[in-house]
């Protein structure tokens, strides 16, 4: 199974500050059809996942512009421009180009 | 508005069965692949298994085959898992999802699975 892991596990930020989050795969997820299907989601307390990204660089629908998700190959990065109270939680990355597909292991976000 | 909603979870003896349910309403159900995901505490979200537009094609992760079946019924827009042979590292909040292709991107709010003598 393709491993996903994250870096870091915790992340204290502050108000208006940027953030940055790792995923690093053990192998490459760019498909036979030249797509990378590198996911991430968020997490709030008690709620299930949500989608932010998908195929590597794209937004979901509703998600704000100051979450973008970059990366090539084995090594991506998930960036919040300036992170805000209602961003705190647990974010995933999620590989769907080899089956199973994987998740990592989660980042947690607070506020300092 | 997409909407998925899981029943069927509870407490159940090692060794159990259950069948979780999960009825989607707001969309094509018959045009979309169709996914379990858990999640614990300790293994965090682990796919589970997937099945295809018309039930043709199931995939399932290694630690649980041969003791869980995913299935669909069009008509009725529902996704079933039959989960037998229960074990403990089976408890989990069990997510109903959908798949676009690759991805998920709708889940719903879950239904905890635990097992325990």
């Known amino acids: 199974d393709v491993v996903m892991t994250q870096s870091p596990l915790s992340l204290p930020v502050t108000l208006g500050q940027p953030a940055s989050i790792s995923c690093r795969s053990s192998q490459s997820l760019v498909h036979t059809d030249g797509n990378t299907y590198l996911n991430w989601f968020q997490q709030r307390p008690g709620q299930p996942p949500r989608r932010l990204i998908y195929k590597l660089s794209n937004r979901d629908s509703g998600v704000p512009d100051r979450f973008s998700g970059s990366g090539s190959g084995t090594d991506f990065t998930l960036k919040i421009n300036r992170v805000e109270a209602e961003d705190v939680g647990v974010y995933y990355c999620m590989q769907g180009t080899h089956w199973p597909r994987t998740f990592g292991q989660g980042t947690r976000v607070e506020i300092k | 508005e997409v909407q998925l909603v899981e029943s069927g979870g509870g407490l159940v003896q090692p060794g159990g069965s259950l069948r979780l349910s999960c009825e989607a309403s707001g969309f094509t159900f018959s045009s979309y692949s169709m996914a379990w995901v858990r999640q614990t505490p300790g293994k965090g979200l682990e796919w589970v298994a997937l099945?295809?537009?018309?039930?043709?094609?199931?995939h399932y992760v290694d630690s649980v085959k041969g003791r869980f079946t995913i299935s669909r019924d069009n008509a009725k827009t529902s996704l079933f898992l039959q989960i037998n042979s229960l074990r403990v590292e089976d408890t989990a909040v069990y997510f109903c999802?959908?798949?676009?292709?690759?991805?998920?991107?709708?889940w719903g709010q879950g239904t905890l699975v635990s097992v325990s003598s």
């Open positions: 999802a959908r798949d676009p292709g690759w991805s998920v991107d709708y």
């Open positions: 099945i295809n537009t018309d039930g043709s094609a199931k």
